[in-house]
């Protein structure tokens, strides 16, 4: 059993540990407040593939400025080669992985602003993977990683016929789960057809029975990575319908939680 010495020292060394990484947080952005660094806005976006997809990455200063001479290298981790790179003035497609080739663009006009976002095309399950966006200015520049994942997903269609309604999506991958729900969030029974074709992809076919004029219907379509959540309502036989889209975020980072981790290790050990 622990002595009370013991349980103070390990109490202290928590402590320690939570007010370094605190004070560590605050220098951090102290001393890079007035310095340009890369950024991404979105570091786990969801491509839907076979569509076009914009990888986030600029600089941010705190500053107004316009950056006249500035290099770009996207590369992606594992790969040989590179994705895309532009060096003062444009593009520099030597050594260009050939997965890439006639795929890949920045904007000369937005790298005026710092904006070095990458414009990938018709996305495949094979652009998958971890991606470097690396940015040299005459002001400074860096380097952000984005985790790039894939997935088919499209809103559904309505239609009405004969007291039931049908909801028809054409492209999702991977597998999703289909569920009506009423005003009250009250899951409904529906009549749901997944098939999937040659590619992989499914088509949804899924009809809701007994629709009541005026009431409201939710409709949420759903994998691991994409959340399709449509409202629908009869009024006069006419259907009215508004979706969006959500996506899974990525698990956080375990530099988060080390801290913590390290702590109760050290306590376990004293404490034995």
């Known amino acids: 059993m622990a002595s009370l010495g013991q349980i ?22 102290t001393f890079s407040h007035n310095a340009p660094s890369v950024v991404t806005q979105n570091t786990f976006p969801v491509a839907n593939l076979g569509q076009d997809h914009l990888l986030s990455c600029q600089i941010v200063d705190t500053e107004e400025t316009t950056y006249t001479r500035v290099s770009v290298t996207w590369e992606k981790t594992g790969m040989k080669g590179f994705v895309y790179r532009y060096l003062y003035g444009g593009p520099y497609l030597e050594n260009q992985n050939p997965q890439f080739e006639e795929r890949t ?13 990458l414009l ?30 894939t997935a088919a997903y499209t809103a559904p269609t309505f239609t009405f016929s004969k007291g039931t309604m049908t909801a028809v999506a054409d492209r999702w991958f991977p597998r999703p ?7 009250n969030r009250k899951v409904l029974q529906a009549t749901t057809s997944i098939q999937e074709n040659s590619a992989g992809i499914f088509s949804i076919v899924s009809n809701l029975p007994q629709v009541t004029d005026r009431e409201t219907y939710t409709l949420q379509i ?8 449509s409202r629908v309502q009869l009024t006069d036989l006419n259907v009215s319908t508004s979706s969006y889209f959500s996506f899974s975020r990525a698990p956080p980072t375990l530099a988060s939680v080390v801290p913590s981790i390290v702590a109760a290790v050290a306590c376990v050990y004293l404490l034995i």
């Open 105 to 117: 663009q920045v904007f000369p006009d937005a790298l005026l602003r710092g904006n070095a976002s």
């Open 222 to 229: 759903q994998n691991k990575l994409v959340t399709s959540i």
């Open 8 to 29: 103070i020292f390990c109490s202290m060394i928590t402590i320690i540990i939570l007010f370094s990484t605190i004070i560590i947080l605050i220098l951090s952005l």
């Open 177 to 183: 789960n289909v569920t009506w729900m009423d005003h």
């Open 120 to 149: 990938l095309r018709s996305v495949s399950a094979e652009d998958e993977g971890v991606y470097t966006c690396t940015i040299d200015s005459h002001t400074g520049g860096g380097k952000v990683n984005i985790r790039l994942r």
